[in-house]
């Protein structure tokens, strides 16, 4: 009986750790071989660091070389929420200063590591070191300088992870920023201090500088010319083109108001757009220099031409009523557009009909310019199929036709190239453009010329002649829609468009005024003039005069 009860202890005890042994052998097969890749994995991560390198991002230049965009460190503000040593004082900072920051550390799930801001000012970190708070804590992270926030509507800025996000910043993103390195390095997996074999995963390539057209010292002389006029009629904004018409290549494209790319903060967030491309209007008078121009190619009429404008402000043409500026008796072509007169214009648009539209489009309006630029609008022109019986009326001088400004400097270059469109550019080097399509002819170019110089020593663009250079120009006044529908003699725009010409040196500039705070100006006294400061500082600049 002793023997059967000490054979079944014995049993048991077998049984017992032959259950153990299994359960062992079980755990160090799973340890072994199921888990063998996920504890490799494990170690590797303890003595295996996967780093990545960002180069700096390139610089962008002006036409002259001159550094208009480049990399600076950003200085940075964070706490650590897990080891703060004056609590008391922080929470009364950032309750001041950053109140947002403040809910998200008294929450319950506030982070380890926090940023307060980033891309702060110098001035306002000098503030913050003023305080002495222990708490807070400098990063210097890659940034953006700009010298002339002038420059802003065609760099466009970065963000706070120094990424492009408009203009030259955004359309060459990666050119500009690169490609990051990668390396796998090996480290002592207790201390972490101690690093031994690095391997080059993936090599990094460093920016790609930008060499813009802009011209960094004439923007800026064309951008105080035109805040001092904007101020000047307490107008609500202005703009200034400057482009080559032969090359495209795009000199000036500045913008009142503007934004500072430096402010970390933008208020106004639809100053971050380059109106220039990004808008459209209804420019008015300038419009009538391509009716004409499709007259003259149609063979409709000459420039001697004569044609009743009636002797009045108050005209009727196809049965709709409209006025013009001032009442004119027997015009020709060429005066029609000398002294803008919108009865003259509606007769020439009544003859010519649907061809308006067509030429219209061949001048480019209604399509895009060839500039890749971030938001940038076609326009509209109302189309034949949906016309009224006021439509050509309203085409002949400048209304149911929305364009940019960029496509009317591109359109008026066809009166100093020969008569092709060129694509505008804003980078080096230029493409040339494809085969130079003569839209028109050089008869009606050459003509178009003659009434364009004329509007200017003759007509309504008086105040913008310059002597000793010739000059071409067309003014523009125009009323804008209101929240009704309607358009009110209380918003009006004031737009010039001209050449300037001395030997093979051409440029063609749109100055535009908009909402000035007086509602009976015309162009010819406020665009024209500015046109005419801007001109005359351009020429210096270029040593022309």
């Known amino acids: 009986m002793i023997n059967k009860i000490a054979k079944i202890r014995v049993f048991l005890i077998a049984l017992f750790f032959g259950m153990i042994f299994s359960i062992l052998l079980s755990h160090i097969y799973l ?104 708490d807070i804590y400098v990063l210097q992270e890659p940034g953006r300088y700009y010298p002339l926030a002038c420059l802003s509507p065609v760099l466009g800025r970065t963000d706070i992870d120094n990424n492009g996000i408009g203009g030259l910043e955004l359309i060459y993103n990666k050119t500009l920023a690169g490609e990051p390195a990668y390396a796998s390095i090996e480290k002592d997996a207790r ?30 002389l064309a951008y105080e010319e035109l805040k001092e006029t904007v101020n000047a009629f307490q107008a609500k904004e202005g703009a200034v083109v400057i482009m080559d018409p032969v090359t495209g290549a795009l000199y000036v494209m500045a913008m009142v108001p503007n934004i500072d790319p430096q402010q970390s903060i933008i208020d106004d967030v639809s100053l971050l757009k380059n109106r220039i491309v990004t808008e459209t209007y209804e420019f008015g008078s300038v ?15 000459t420039p001697t031409d004569v044609i009743d404008c009636e002797n009045t402000k108050n005209g009727i043409v196809n049965g709709k009523k409209f006025t013009t500026w001032k009442a004119h008796g027997l015009l020709t072509l060429s005066e029609i557009i000398e002294y803008s007169n919108n009865i003259g214009t509606a007769k020439i648009a009544q003859t010519l009909g649907k061809k308006v539209y067509e030429h219209y489009r061949k001048c480019g309006f209604g399509q895009p310019t060839g500039l890749n630029f971030p938001g940038q609008q076609k326009g509209y022109i109302t189309h034949p199929k949906t ?124 100055t535009f005024i908009k909402e000035a705070a007086r509602h009976d100006l015309y162009a010819s006294g406020v665009a024209a003039p500015l046109f005419e400061r801007i001109a005359q500082k351009m020429l210096i600049h270029d040593k022309m005069i």
């Open 287 to 301: 419009m009538k220099t391509f009716l004409a121009l499709a007259a003259l190619e149609e063979k409709a009429f």
């Open 387 to 510: 016309w009224s019986k006021a439509s050509l009326n309203s085409l002949s001088f400048g209304y149911e036709i929305r364009a940019t400004l960029l496509q009317l400097a591109r359109a008026f270059s066809l009166f100093s190239n020969g008569g092709y469109l060129p694509i505008p550019q804003l980078t080096y080097p230029l493409t040339p453009p494809p085969d130079k399509e003569k839209l028109y002819s050089p008869e009606s170019i050459m003509h178009m010329r003659t009434i364009l110089e004329k509007t200017c020593t003759q007509g309504t663009g008086h105040a913008a002649v310059i002597p000793g250079v010739t000059v071409l120009g067309k003014t523009g006044t125009a009323r804008l829609l209101d929240g009704a529908g309607n358009y009110s003699p209380l918003k009006n725009i004031y737009t010039f468009t001209g050449i300037v010409e001395k030997g093979n040196y051409k440029r063609v500039i749109v």
């Open 31 to 134: 340890l072994q071989i199921i888990k063998h890749p996920f504890f490799c994995q494990l170690g590797q991560q303890q003595y295996q660091v996967l780093t990545k390198t960002i180069p700096k991002r390139a610089p962008i230049f002006d036409k002259n070389n001159k550094l208009i965009a480049t990399e600076k460190p950003m200085p940075a503000i964070f706490i650590t929420p897990d080891n703060l040593k004056n609590r008391e004082s922080l929470i009364q900072f950032l309750s001041e200063q950053y109140p947002h920051i403040l809910k998200k550390l008294l929450s319950e799930k506030s982070p380890h590591f926090m940023y307060i801001a980033r891309n702060i000012s110098d001035a306002e970190l000098s503030a913050i070191d003023t305080l002495s708070l222990p």
């Open 191 to 220: 201390s972490g201090h101690y690093y031994f074999n690095k391997k080059i995963i993936k090599s990094g390539v460093a920016g790609t500088p930008i060499y813009s057209t802009i011209d960094s010292t004439l923007q800026f």
